[in-house]
């Protein structure tokens, strides 16, 4: 089964910068789309950002000119650099296939502080 392991969140100030990064256990993002998620606490899991097997990517309204998806097949591993941090993204965040599979990891939480 498909591990997922996000890390590299933490607490940053409005304005800062950040960059998440996702693990598979298996070599699954050279066949997939990919994608990063967030969900804020009370508010349900949202897509932010999707990268397809082939490279194009595609970003959400709220995080668009902010926020970076990139993707090393050979390292098994994508990542989320976000740039510009306010106060709309404190989620916990998420990575997965897209669709996604029922193997969600812990995800890695985010806080900004102002």
């Known amino acids: 089964q498909v591990q997922l392991v996000e890390s590299g969140g933490g607490l940053v100030q409005t304005g800062g910068s950040m960059t998440l990064s996702c693990a598979a256990s298996g070599s699954i993002f050279s066949l997939n789309d990919m994608a990063w998620f967030r969900q804020a606490p009370g508010k349900q899991r949202e897509l932010v950002a999707r990268i397809s097997s082939d490279g194009r990517i595609n970003y959400w309204d709220s995080v668009r000119g902010r926020f970076t998806f990139s993707r090393d097949n050979a390292k098994n591993t994508v990542y989320l650099h976000m740039n510009n941090l306010d106060s709309a993204d404190p989620s916990v965040y998420y990575c997965?296939?897209?669709?996604?599979?029922?193997?969600w990891g812990r995800g890695t939480p985010v806080t900004v502080s102002s």
């Open positions: 997965n296939t897209l669709p996604p599979r029922d193997c």
